[in-house]
């Protein structure tokens, strides 16, 4: 018995096939997180793109000296004049995000300097970060966004619950300078790409 299959329907199955397809792959690359050679990376989309108007945001902290006050979060606007580096990670403690906490702390005056504001937020409780960034010595404020309220705005929520690893750097008057969505921590060259842009921004160039 044979079939008939019109042209239409041809390029109908066609399509499916290709939607299934990316379908496929995206979740290949969220599942595997990996970059390099023979692994599909999903291309994130979505949050402030550069020129535009950074989103603000309030997130109760923590530092290395303890739970900041609950009447008084950190707020972007507060440091509008200010080049400010707001860098979401998934977890504290982990194996990755020690390490690029770590390199934030030893690189801190080559990367960012006196006059820049560095932030970190992930999901994680603002007594998990204390407790992180003592053991770290982290010269610096990490935020904490259990509800991933301030992550979705920037393109930094993960489906699982978790944030993706992005940078952001926002310039003076509050518009994003530079952003790197797929942020290595491994990478000697992101790090590069991190104080090219934080130059950049405080120079205002």
Not at 33 to 60: C, H, K, M, N, Y
Not at 78 to 105: E, H, L, N
Request: hydrophobic share 35%.
């Amino acid at each position: 018995m044979s079939y008939y299959v019109s042209q239409d329907g041809m390029m109908r199955l066609l399509h499916l096939l290709l939607a299934l397809t990316g379908w496929f792959l995206l979740g290949t690359a969220s599942a595997s997180g990996q970059t390099g050679s023979g692994t599909v990376r999903a291309i994130l989309s979505g949050g402030p793109e550069v020129g535009q108007r950074a989103p603000d945001f309030s997130l109760p902290w923590a530092s290395r000296d303890g739970v900041g006050p609950i009447e008084s979060p950190y707020q972007l606007a507060g440091d509008r004049g200010k080049t400010v580096v707001v860098a979401f990670y998934p977890r504290d403690f982990t194996k990755g995000c020690t390490a690029q906490m770590r390199t934030f702390a030893e690189q801190y005056d080559s990367l960012f300097g006196r006059d820049v504001v560095l932030v970190g937020i992930s999901t994680d409780s603002v007594q998990t970060h204390g407790r992180f960034a003592a053991s770290l010595g982290l010269p610096f404020r990490l935020l904490s966004d259990p509800e991933q309220r301030v992550s979705k705005q920037y393109a930094s929520k993960h489906p699982d619950g978790y944030n993706r690893r992005t940078i952001y750097v926002i310039g003076p008057d509050g518009r994003v300078r530079y952003r790197n969505l797929r942020f290595n921590a491994l990478d000697p060259k992101d790090y590069a790409d991190l104080r090219s842009a934080v130059r950049s921004s405080t120079r205002g160039s």
